[in-house]
């Protein structure tokens, strides 16, 4: 079974500034890899899948990278919308597909 | 619009069993794979199900493999997901979510808005 880990858990960052959010994949994923958002009391939302390619609707501030099993959320001028939990996951080969443990971004 | 709306939660006892059903619309359903999600209370994103848009294929996290049974029914729109032997860890909102593809081997693109399962004596 393929681990996600993400990291931070907590992030504190101001509006307007950049917040960096990571993903590590226990083996390789390819490009197999979505990160969701998710506001409380709400469903989560697709942001980024195929590693880099955002979900229709999605801000361009919101990218997505990899480096191997290494993946990168970046939100470049944090809006106040944007402070929820965001959360990996791969789909790599066939279900049951792992998530991450979730980044809560939180306002500093 | 694509929309999914999940219901059968409830509150039942250690042990039993309960069906969950979600209802799709605004998109050919039969055409796509689905999946279940859950997340219990305060926690994360838990994997829990998938199943095939021809309903051929199926699949299962190991902590519900063997108590629970994804199905479909293409000519009502609608998932469902057989609960047993249903345990305290089991409590948790469970949504649905529609597939990229039929084969239910790509990311969620349409979420419900979930239906909560509470497990207590």
């Known amino acids: 079974e393929i681990v996600m880990t993400q990291s931070p858990a907590t992030l504190s960052v101001s509006p307007g500034e950049r917040a960096t959010l990571s993903c590590r994949a226990s083996?390789?994923?390819?490009?197999?890899l979505a990160w969701y958002q998710q506001k409380p009391g709400q469903a989560p939302r697709l942001l980024i899948y195929g590693a880099s390619t955002r979900a229709t609707g999605i801000p361009a501030r919101f990218s997505g990278s990899a480096s191997g099993t290494e993946f990168t959320l970046i939100i470049s001028s944090l809006q106040s919308e944007d402070f929820a939990v965001y959360y990996c996951?791969?789909?790599?080969?066939?279900?049951?597909?792992?998530f991450g443990q979730g980044t809560k971004l939180e306002i500093k | 619009e694509a929309q999914l709306v999940e219901s059968g939660g409830g509150l039942v006892q250690p042990g039993g069993s309960l069906r969950l059903s979600c209802v799709a619309s605004?998109?050919?359903?039969?055409?796509?794979?689905m999946h279940w999600v859950r997340q219990a209370p305060g926690k994360g994103l838990e994997y829990v199900s998938a199943?095939?848009?021809?309903?051929?294929?199926?699949y299962y996290a190991n902590s519900v493999k063997g108590r629970f049974t994804i199905s479909r029914d293409n000519t009502k729109k609608t998932l469902y997901l057989e609960m047993g032997s249903l345990r305290a860890d089991d409590l948790a909102v469970y949504y649905c979510?529609?597939?990229?593809?039929?084969?239910?081997?790509?990311?969620?693109?349409?979420w419900g808005k979930g239906t909560t399962v509470t497990v207590s004596s």
């Open positions: 199943i095939s848009s021809n309903g051929g294929s199926t």
């Open positions: 605004g998109f050919t359903f039969s055409s796509y794979g």
């Open positions: 996951q791969h789909y790599n080969g066939w279900p049951p597909y792992s």
């Open positions: 083996q390789s994923v390819g490009s197999n």
């Open positions: 979510a529609k597939d990229l593809t039929g084969n239910a081997n790509y990311y969620m693109d349409v």
